[in-house]
């Protein structure tokens, strides 16, 4: 049976209207003629329901919080909200409303508890009611809202929703993401600042809040304070634990002061806080410390004004803007040691296609070692503490030290250094620390060792170990094979080039050399041509002057002008004239012989009638008349007088 301050899990649903903006549609498992959201004055619940930036996506989702006023039964407490956004096209629809003049349409789906532990099987049952409901394509049809309401109702205790707590807040995904920066977060929210996470996906940047949560022990199921700043009925009601069982682990974390109230008066939690709730975090009276989500990039303009540090998702950085809180959240060299174990032993077993389990299947790395290993850092924290206020107990009492606690103060350095004493200075300025002090025994380090897990000062294995994290992180493997692939992929196109350059340049110096080689014989016959031409004109010019010479040498010589003598061209026509010469007086000569040998044969010169052309004498005789035969031997013929004429 559900306890009096138990809320029932109820359903709503909040549409998008074009001229209204979100609002309130209809509500499933209340009362006829009731309006929780009145009720309770939840009037930024439209706003909360569907997030900023909803309509990119196909389906996204959203957590947040509500405060439930007081009734004569209870008083007042924190409610958790779940909701589902979709959109489809108005189109598609069969029955389009009068009001609808988008051409799509944004609802969610809004289930809101007592208690958000049970967020993880809610999730995927909302995804696929709302699916559902959407498929139908006729809103009008709410059925299916009514049976998945009563559906929640019955199976309220199930013992099979009930046996894991903690589905869907993947610590693995939480310590691979944020490495050694997950512990400075833990220790964060111990300190109680104004933490603000920026993500652009709603759903991830709620389920990031909830995990961190989830790393202090029994938080989850004690956040009935969280909703407000005005709350506080769970501070006011803590009493000391008045028994301890080591065999229980509820009564043992119970004994330690777990869970710490980290959410009370004067703090806030809300996953997802729309920009209309801003007036409750500038509200410095009422609002000291609080941790909020957002999905508007408008308060990363003003993170000096709304937070202490500032957790933005989308680039997995953190920002520390108050300087006594980043003191405060320097890591110890012990705290490095174990998150540094604690990183190394998830990333090893990191499997991207299954991120919540290890890809060794082994209990080392998986979410419960997780989970156990921050409890165990938690308990001796608390222990330390405890521990150093003994200690100081000690050294302001006066007189003789009690011999059964020697070991605790001259043997060993105070533990808490082992933590930060910053952080310890911190933690003791806050509501959390003052409600430790109130509920827990004096003497907790005797029930739990007060010693840091990996106590001990830096070592040369810690730097190694550090050294290796931080190159794994830089992930040179990867990027040097990629640039590895880059280069030689580069080298091959640059050899192709280069030697396509070095083809061109080499047929280009082949091209040239036949050109220069066609040109030059074409000078060399040009220039044989023209040494011919100039022989000829140069022999042609030697035999005219060697002519002159000959017909005028002495007019030559008497009248010409002395001139200075080219000796070689003067022996080539000395040759050539000579040559003709001889041609020519040999030539004369053979004729003259045989001239004389005609004229010896014939006796008396032509007496018996032989002619020159050895015609017949008897024809020569008859045909020739007594005038030109004496003009023949008078001239020979050829004109040339002879001796005997």
């Given amino acids: ?64 919080t509500l405060r439930r006023r ?28 009068a009001d609808v003049t988008r051409s799509t349409v944004q609802k969610a789906v809004v289930v809101i508890a007592s208690n958000p532990h049970l967020f993880g099987h809610m999730r995927e049952k909302l995804s696929m009611v709302t699916g559902a409901w959407f498929a139908q394509r006729d809103f009008a049809d709410v059925d299916i809202l009514k049976k998945f309401q009563e559906s929640l109702t019955t199976n309220l205790h199930d013992p099979e929703d009930t046996q894991d707590l903690y589905l869907g807040l993947s610590l693995r995904e ?40 989830s790393l202090i022990p029994l938080l989850l199921s004690n956040l009935d304070d969280c909703a407000s700043p005005d709350l506080d009925a769970q501070a006011s009601d803590a009493q000391p634990p008045s028994s301890l069982r080591t065999s229980d682990r509820s009564s043992l974390l119970a004994y330690m002061g777990l869970p710490l109230r980290i959410f009370g008066k004067g703090s806030l939690f809300g996953p997802y806080t729309p920009l209309q709730q801003l007036d409750v975090l500038a509200d410095y009276d009422r609002t000291k410390s609080y941790m909020v989500g957002s999905t508007n990039s408008l308060l990363l303009q003003q993170k ?59 209990y080392m790395g998986s979410e419960e070692f997780i989970r156990l290993q921050f409890e165990e850092y938690i308990l001796a924290l608390l222990a330390s503490v405890r521990h150093q206020l003994y200690l ?36 003791q300025s806050t509501r959390s620390y003052a409600l430790f002090l109130r509920t827990t025994d004096a003497h907790l380090f005797d029930i739990v060792e007060p010693r840091h897990p990996t106590a001990g000062a830096l070592t040369v294995e810690d730097i190694q ?32 080039k280069v030697s396509t350059t070095f083809e061109k340049l080499w047929s280009d110096i082949e091209a040239i050399r036949d050109a220069q080689k066609i040109k030059a014989e074409a000078a060399r016959d040009e220039g044989n041509a023209l040494g011919t031409l100039e022989r000829k004109h140069s022999f042609a010019s030697s035999t005219e002057a ?22 070689a ?10 040559q003709k010469a001889g041609a020519y007086m040999s030539s004369w000569g053979a004729w003259a012989a045989e001239k004389r040998k005609g004229w010896g044969a014939a006796g008396g010169g032509w007496g018996k009638g032989q002619g020159v052309g050895g015609t017949d004498p008897g024809a020569a005789e008859g045909h020739r008349s007594p005038g030109k035969k004496k003009s023949r031997e008078v001239t020979g013929g050829d004109g040339i007088g002879r001796l005997d004429a």
């Fill in 1 to 64: 049976m559900p306890s009096p301050n138990e809320l029932l899990p109820i359903v709503c649903v909040v549409g998008f209207h074009h001229a209204r903006g979100p609002e309130l549609e209809s509500w499933f498992g209340v009362e006829e003629d009731t309006d929780p959201a009145v009720d309770n004055d939840w009037s930024f619940l439209p706003f909360m329901a569907l997030s900023d930036g909803a309509h990119i996506s196909v389906e996204d989702f959203s957590y947040f």
């Fill in 70 to 97: 007081e009734s004569p039964n209870r008083p007042a407490s924190s409610a958790f909200g779940i909701s589902c956004t979709r959109q489809m096209d108005a189109n598609h629809l069969l029955r389009r409303p």
């Fill in 174 to 213: 939480l310590v691979h993401e944020f490495k050694h920066q997950t512990l400075v977060l833990l220790k964060c929210i111990l300190l109680q600042p104004k933490m603000l996470f920026f993500g652009s996906r709603c759903e991830r940047l709620c389920m990031t809040q909830f995990s961190l949560l």
């Fill in 304 to 362: 000096d004004r709304y937070s202490d540090i500032l957790v933005n998702l989308d680039d997995s950085s953190i920002t520390i803007s108050s300087p006594s809180l980043r003191s405060a959240l320097a890591l110890s060299a012990a705290d490095r040691r174990w998150i540094d174990f604690l990183t190394q032993t998830v990333t090893s077993t990191w499997d991207p296609k299954n991120p919540s389990r290890p890809s060794t299947l082994a």
């Fill in 392 to 427: 100081s107990t000690l050294a302001n009492n006066v007189g003789p030290q009690p011999q059964n606690h020697d070991h605790h103060t001259h043997n060993f350095p105070p533990p808490v250094q082992d933590f930060n004493p910053d952080w310890f200075s911190y933690w």
């Fill in 465 to 496: 170990r550090r050294i290796t994290q931080q190159i794994a992180t830089l992930q040179l493997d990867s990027k040097v094979a990629a640039t590895r692939e880059n280069l030689g992929r580069h080298l091959v196109t640059g050899q192709k």
């Fill in 546 to 567: 060697s002519i002159d010479r000959a017909a005028k040498p002495a007019a030559l010589s008497r009248f010409s002008t002395p001139s200075t003598p080219d000796l």
């Fill in 569 to 578: 061209a003067a022996q080539a026509s000395v040759a050539a004239a000579g």
